[in-house]
């Protein structure tokens, strides 16, 4: 199959070197299973199934690259007519996967729907952002759009699960074969023989026609055809260009001499193993600063992509001379060439391949050299409002806490009141920014007290440069309101929230969402307060306001759903309470699943309803379902777990009265 020029390669996915070999068969495979070559030029239809398919195999197995390779063939582009998304995942994606799925959501409507279709709904304090996987179904599905995703380093079948209900075709590469039963799992492993070959005279920039020594074809043997490690070595400098058998015969004795001295208590090193420390040597050999910057990776979250930046940091620090850039752009240039990092297309940012960061880990010179240079270099930069102003709370808060991992201390509080303070006599504007990019940080990471104190001060400086009644001063009460509750500060909570409902009724359309939003939060922490009657109302104008609003996002009307049930429930309504929350569990089961924390509320107080109807055996079912995922979620020490748990011992009393009777 022919792949066309780079130019439809999706953002985020590896670039495709000169010297990357075609698994034409492979690729066959993968087509096949899409249903591309027998339908080619066939527009979507209505009621079309999306396929998916995945590419499993070990690290380094090359699954990534040849998921890369076949996005850009001219078939795949003709037939999802270029709507092909690459989505980065990695471990622990099903704990962060509304956020993930958000992100997806941004992009399908940039790169898939042209922009054509409502921003999805982002996340302020105390309201998550829009349903990632609904939002997608329904913006795509108007037009019955057919579009990619290649959803790269999967080991949570979770993840596989929403870009299903998203309505996307998926092809995913993993290390499970059985990852996602029912979908079809093409194993890679290693390369044939020639195209070992092939690979080796690419990478060693010989020609197609070189005649390759006897020393590289041991090598291939020795590496099991294992795509990572013969790129690897044939980018080493000491054989590139270079056909002669005592070249290869010397790289290849390097890493058998390795694997004999490297292992512990005389045991032989792990093949790969051998390759990587041996590689050391050739890094060295090459630019000292090279291995230094392998080293100081070692400080980044695995998984994470990075700007060139990060490396001029990590080798320079503040020196941010266009001579540093360009040196360490260099030194990128050649970790990439050997395969160490991958070079995201279009967006320019790296990421470290996974086999070479739990190498790096084990180093005892990395560990010297990143605590004794490139962490100080690196905290000071991560620190600074710089680095604030630049990078995503979630991709700052992931740093942090790999930070604090290294230093060994624990969890890093405050980290950027030292750069705040040293700006607190410059422009308004800079501070203002900074100010509400920390709060947002200290928000994302649970930290309520920091970010309580970052939106007060926020709060001071927007009302004396924008007067007391800007809607933006609205979003900081609010944002206040629900930081100050989790504090302690109920008391507060309420007034703060009043505030931002005020001016957003003066300043906003009646039926404007922010409204909704603190109307909802204003009934939830009245109730809290015992204001029964009153919060309803707020909860009920909320409601209406969605409801008008043809709200598409089902997470929040089941949430306004739940909350409306609970004021019923309060005042002893029961089958109306019953009504409400049946509603509001169908579409938070829908949306999240059967075994959410979310779902485990709605079940808990629909239990409460039975209780008190005097059906003791649906409240034990309802209240044993969620007990079940409460303590799976939270521990059987949560006091949510303790309150379930003592109202199924009520029912179990109950229950052994009327049977006494």
């Not at 078939?75 to 956020?99: I, T």
């Not at 360009?326 to 790296?350: F, P, Q």
Request: include cysteine; aromatic fraction near 6%; glycine fraction near 8%.
């Amino acid at each position: 199959m022919e792949r066309p020029g780079r130019v439809n390669i999706p953002s985020g996915a590896p670039s495709i070197r000169d010297w990357y070999v075609e698994r034409v068969g492979v690729a066959t495979q993968i087509c096949h299973h899409l249903g591309i070559g027998t339908s080619n030029g066939i527009p979507s239809f209505p009621g079309e199934q999306p396929r998916m398919v995945g590419l499993a195999g070990p690290g380094g197995a090359g699954k990534s690259t040849v998921a890369s390779m076949v996005v850009t063939q001219v078939d795949v582009q003709a037939f999802f007519r270029g709507r092909v998304l690459w989505l980065s995942v990695g471990k622990g994606a099903k704990d962060r996967l509304p956020a993930l799925m958000f992100e997806l959501a941004n992009r399908v409507r940039e790169t898939v729907l042209q922009k054509m279709a409502r921003r999805p709904r982002e996340a302020t304090v105390g309201i998550n952002s829009e349903d990632g996987a609904a939002y997608i179904r329904e913006e795509a599905g108007k037009g019955d759009t057919r579009f990619l995703v290649v959803a790269d380093d999967v080991w949570d079948a979770e993840v596989l699960g929403e870009l299903r209900r998203a309505g996307a075709w998926v092809i995913y590469t993993t290390r499970k074969t059985e990852l996602f039963p029912g979908t079809p799992a093409i194993r890679l492993e290693e390369v044939l023989e020639e195209e070992a070959e092939m690979m080796l005279r690419r990478a060693a920039d010989l020609g197609e026609q070189a005649r390759l020594p006897p020393a590289a074809y041991e090598l291939m043997k020795r590496c099991d055809f294992a795509v990572l490690d013969l790129a690897l070595v044939g980018r080493w400098g000491n054989i590139r260009r270079r056909s002669c058998e005592s070249a290869w015969r010397a790289a290849l004795d390097s890493i058998i001499e390795t694997q004999r001295a490297g292992g512990d208590g005389g045991q032989l090193l792990p093949w790969r193993a051998a390759v990587l420390r041996a590689g050391l040597g050739v890094l060295a050999s090459d630019n000292p600063q090279t291995t230094e910057l392998y080293y100081a990776l070692a400080l980044l979250p695995t998984g994470l992509a990075f700007p060139p930046e990060v490396a001029l940091i990590l080798l320079y620090g503040d020196d941010f001379s266009e001579s540093a850039l360009k040196a360490a752009e260099a030194v990128l240039g050649t970790l990439e060439r050997l395969s160490i990092l991958t070079l995201e297309e279009n967006s320019g940012w790296y990421h470290v391949h996974e086999n070479h960061v739990d190498f790096v880990l084990d180093r005892p010179l990395a560990k010297h050299y990143t605590r004794d240079t490139a962490l100080p270099r690196w905290r000071r930069y991560i620190s600074s409002v710089r680095a604030l102003n630049t990078y995503s709370s979630a991709w700052l808060d992931k740093v942090w806490e790999k930070l604090s991992k290294v230093e060994g201390e624990g969890f890093v509080r405050s980290p950027y009141n030292a750069a705040l303070n040293a700006i607190m006599d410059d422009s308004e504007g800079e501070l203002l920014e900074a100010l509400r990019r920390a709060a947002e940080f200290h928000f994302c990471r649970e930290d309520w007290s920091e970010a309580f104190d970052k939106y007060s001060n926020l709060l001071l400086i927007k009302e004396q440069t924008a007067g007391p009644h800007h809607p933006d001063v609205a979003k900081i009460l609010h944002n206040l309101g629900m930081c100050a509750c989790e504090v302690g500060r109920e008391k507060e909570t309420e007034g703060y929230l009043r505030r931002a409902l005020a001016i957003q009724e003066e300043k906003l359309a009646p039926d404007d969402p922010h409204i909704a939003s603190t109307l909802h939060s204003l009934g939830v922490y009245t109730r809290k307060s015992g204001k029964v009657k009153e919060a309803e109302g707020f909860i009920r104008r909320a409601l209406d306001i969605r409801k008008g609003k043809l709200c598409t996002d089902p997470l929040i009307l089941g949430r306004t759903l739940h909350s409306l049930g609970v004021c019923a429930y309060d005042a002893v309504r029961l089958e109306e309470a019953e009504d409400l929350l049946l509603r509001a569990l169908a579409t938070r089961e829908g949306v999240l699943g059967s075994v959410h924390l979310e779902v485990a509320d709605t079940l808990h107080v629909l239990g409460g309803c039975a209780l008190k109807a005097g059906r003791m055996e649906d409240a034990e079912k309802l209240y044993l379902r969620a007990l079940v995922i409460r303590e799976e979620k939270l521990g059987t020490d949560h006091p949510d777990v303790s309150r379930t748990l003592r109202n199924l011992g009520i029912c179990s009393v109950h229950k052994a009265r009327l049977e006494e009777r």
